[in-house]
């Protein structure tokens, strides 16, 4: 199994942008699927992207195309979240996720980090 952690997050003004990583632990990274998730206050956590083991496919939640970008190295154990264009609705706990599955994945994951905040501001 993998352990996961996130990084990156933080105070941004509206359109601005912000990029997250998460660093994985296990030299089995490169076998799992990725994805970030969110949770704002009040709401269920929520998907935000996915991207497979080897970083060829990717899965976006439909709010989130064109704005934010997953991509990860697997040399250095880390997947990252580019996000673009940030409005106050993108104002949760992002998470990094880890699936020992190859494709890219919208759904149950089972290997979770302790999340990192963004707050946008308007």
């Known amino acids: 199994q993998v352990q996961v952690v996130e990084s990156g997050g933080g105070w941004v003004q509206t359109g601005g942008s912000l990029r997250l990583s998460c660093t994985a632990s296990g030299r089995t990274f490169s076998r799992y699927a990725m994805g970030w998730f969110r949770q704002a206050p009040g709401k269920e956590r929520e998907f935000v992207a996915s991207i497979d083991s080897s970083g060829g496919d990717t899965l976006y939640a439909d709010s989130e195309k064109g704005r934010f970008g997953i991509s990860r190295d697997n040399a250095k154990n880390e997947v990252y979240l580019q996000m673009n264009s940030l409005k106050p609705d993108d104002t949760a706990i992002y998470y990094c996720?880890?699936?020992?599955?190859?494709?890219?994945?919208?759904?149950?994951?089972?290997?979770w980090g302790q999340g990192t905040q963004v707050t946008v501001s308007s």
């Open positions: 996720a880890a699936r020992s599955t190859s494709s890219a994945y919208r759904g149950t994951y089972g290997n």
